[in-house]
DNA sequence: CCAAATTGGTTTCGTTTGTAACCATCGAAA
DNA sequence: TTTCGATGGTTACAAACGAAACCAATTTGG
């Protein structure tokens, strides 16, 4: 291989984005066809589910989204009512957001299915390989702290 | 755990998109800062760099991109005269795409930036690690062409 | 107590994206 | 050879995005 010539198809970022990007494209089907909603949307319903009542920040913080996304994701759920605000008592500029009895239903309805996609997907590996993926994420996880705080 | 809660911070699409966000952010300085590219004229210089000529379909194929994508990102490198078009000469839908000097200057300044990059990130791992992440990216990557190649 | 800096969250604006429609050309089949 | 489907590539349109400006409420520091 050249010196001087970068190969793209083994280049990390490349690679690892492609891997994210099909991956990510696969699920998005659970949430996307089944209810119409976008990624952002999917992962503010997964955060309230999760932890029953959040503030946007905590949203943002949880999921690695911009407050942008957060504030349009939390408007659309609203329309839709699956989520309510509720402003907090001693801080007026903080809303607790919380799942709607029909945002909840449809959080435990896209549960499993989110379950069996990931089950699916590393059913297909055998034990030293899985091993691999969770040890390499989190290598790389690792390495990434490392140098972005560094700056 | 609960059985019918999602854990979003450990759930693989989740933590697999965001690894691939934050190595391609951090990355993208190398294209987009120096010379204000985006992903996919960057791509596009890639592809091309590394192959001398390609049409437009074949770099798509490359660095998995819509058409769409590919045709902007050529129109933008044209107009930046960073490449030429060729007509094919028997099929006159066709169009090879090959840098000019100014392009390949461009590229060969990037070159060894990419290469520093990955170098630097998988230079904070020990060879175990290094292992398990180029094991468990094939792994996967394996995994999801057979699934969806079986739909 | 007041001005300035900070924080939670929304809105605006320009850019990037994906889907679908589109144009031109080509190949195969009638 | 004419027609019809496939293919290479562009364009139009609407949705999604990020950056920065913005509003309101809160904290900090004089």
Same mark, same amino acid.
């Given at each position: 291989?050249?010196?001087?010539?970068?190969?793209?198809e083994s280049f990390l970022p490349y690679r690892l984005y492609r891997l994210a990007d099909a991956v990510s494209r696969e699920f998005s089907r659970v949430y996307?066809?089944?209810?119409g909603l976008t990624r #952002?949307?999917?992962r503010t319903l997964a955060g309230l589910g999760q932890h029953g009542t959040m503030t946007a920040t905590a949203l943002g913080e949880q999921s690695a989204m911009h407050k942008t996304k957060v504030s349009r994701a939390v408007a659309e759920l609203e329309r839709r009512r699956w989520l309510t605000r509720k402003p907090d008592e001693k801080d007026r500029r903080v809303e607790h957001l919380t799942l709607t009895r029909a945002?909840?239903?449809?959080?435990?309805?896209?549960? #499993?299915?989110?379950?069996?996609f990931e089950r699916d997907l590393l059913g297909r590996l055998n034990a030293s390989e899985r091993a691999a993926v969770t040890e390499g994420m989190a290598a790389l996880k690792g390495a990434l702290d490392r140098s972005t705080t560094q700056l």
């Open positions: 291989m050249e010196a001087d010539t970068l190969e793209l996307k066809d089944r209810h #952002p949307e999917w945002g909840l239903t449809a959080y435990r309805e896209m549960v #499993p299915l989110a379950k069996a």
